[in-house]
């Protein structure tokens, strides 16, 4: 069980990496910015700042949970448990977070948030 919660922590990394690049690196492309609702050049200029700040967080997750898990297979059992825990739990949260501003967000949340929470249980079972 163990391994297969790996798995699905390391396709949620993945996940939260493609939001980083989307968020901060590719936000100039109305193919991008389209895909979190925005409709206008003008509102995406202006909500670049917000979205360039929000993909690193994704970016801190992600390496935190990718880090959790080179622990937890080589030296640090513990530590890499509890790191993984921690950055899963905030992308879990921060899913439940979306699904608060609107039913439309409910598939962006689903993404964001099944597969931190089954590779944890997983984990946890393991």
């Known amino acids: 069980m ?12 993945l996940v939260h990496l493609v939001f980083f690049a ?21 509102d995406a200029d202006v909500v670049r ?3 360039y700040n929000q993909g690193f967080y994704n970016l801190f997750l992600a390496g935190g949970a ?12 513990d530590v890499g448990f509890g790191l993984v825990f921690f950055c899963a739990t905030c992308m879990v949260l921060a899913a439940l977070v979306l699904l608060t501003t609107g039913r439309r967000y409910l598939r962006a949340a689903l993404l964001q948030g099944v597969l931190p929470i ?4 997983l984990l946890a079972i393991g």
């Open 2 to 13: 163990a391994i297969i919660g790996s798995v699905v922590i390391a396709a949620a990394v």
């Open 66 to 77: 990718a880090v959790g898990l080179v622990l937890y297979w080589t030296t640090l059992r």
């Open 49 to 51: 700042p917000m979205a």
């Open 22 to 42: 989307m968020e901060s690196v590719l936000w100039s492309s109305p193919n991008v910015w389209r895909r979190f609702g925005v409709a206008s050049q003008r």
């Open 118 to 121: 089954v590779g944890l249980v």
